[in-house]
T-cell receptor, first 115, second 112 residues
Framework: DAGITQSPRHKVTETGTPVTLRCHQT?????MYWYRQDPGHGLRLIHY???????DKGEVSDGYSVSRSKTEDFLLTLESATSSQTSVYFC??????????????FGQGTRLTVV | AQSVTQPDIHITVSEGASLELRCNYS??????LFWYVQSPGQGLQLLLK??????LVQGIKGFEAEFKRSQSSFNLRKPSVHWSDAAEYFC??????????FGAGTRLTVKP
């Protein structure tokens, strides 16, 4: 199994509070991704990174920010959590040139509930 | 716009029966196509992928898929289902170099 660790695995937070999810990899893969999974929607890309300090928006980036200060860590921040951000969040990694053409490896997911 | 459609939300098959999960995509160029499986409480695991060449691709766990350009389809098949195959299955299409669009998923239940 690819070395991907997501933390926390479960979190309950209140509306309006900031939340940070962490993805840590031990594979030295260049590309890292954050997805959210919701019933009826499959997985949707939030943000991705193609190198240290290099990030870009995905399909559903509003209300989220990311940072990547080290190859191994990719942080997802919900600036002010809303109930619509209740979801399961997955981190993924790939070697590149990009996951559209190469295999992606997924973490175990973080279940976030915003009350 | 690029999209993936999995017409079947939930499928139930008997153990030992054959399985086919449907996937249709909409994409202008030659697609990169994937099937992933997700067991309850787990992340996604790649079953197989199609980039080019032979349109019938073999994957792990006895799965195969056939790319049919004329039908914009990439259906997943298995000749004999095992109880451990119960999971959710996602079809995905690679979009450019940095994005992947997923279908909504098909949940497979296996009856004893």
């Amino acid at each position: 199994d690819a070395g991907i660790t997501q933390s926390p695995r479960h979190k309950v937070t209140e509306t309006g509070t900031p939340v940070t999810l962490r993805c840590h990899q031990t594979e030295n893969h260049r590309y890292m991704y954050w997805y959210r999974q919701d019933p009826g929607h499959g997985l949707r890309l939030i943000h991705y990174s193609y190198g240290v300090k290099d990030t870009d928006k995905g399909e559903v980036s509003d209300g989220y920010s990311v940072s990547r200060s080290k190859t191994e860590d990719f942080l997802l921040t919900l600036e002010s959590a809303t109930s619509s951000q209740t979801s399961v969040y997955f981190c993924a990694i790939s070697q590149g040139p990009g996951q559209g053409s190469t295999e992606a490896f997924f973490g175990q997911g973080t279940r976030l509930t915003v009350v | 716009a690029q999209s993936v459609t999995q017409p079947d939300i939930h499928i139930t098959v008997s153990e030992g029966a054959s399985l086919e999960l449907r996937c249709n995509y909409s994409y202008g160029a030659t697609p990169y196509l994937f099937w992933y499986v997700q067991s309850p409480g787990q992340g996604l695991q790649l079953l197989l992928k199609y980039f080019s060449g032979d349109t019938l691709v073999q994957g792990i766990k006895g799965f195969e898929a056939e790319f049919k350009r004329s039908q914009s389809s990439f259906n997943l098949r298995k000749p004999s289902v095992h109880w451990s195959d119960a999971a959710e299955y996602f079809c995905a299409v690679g979009v450019g170099n940095n994005d992947m669009r997923f279908g909504a998923g098909t949940r497979l239940t296996v009856k004893p």
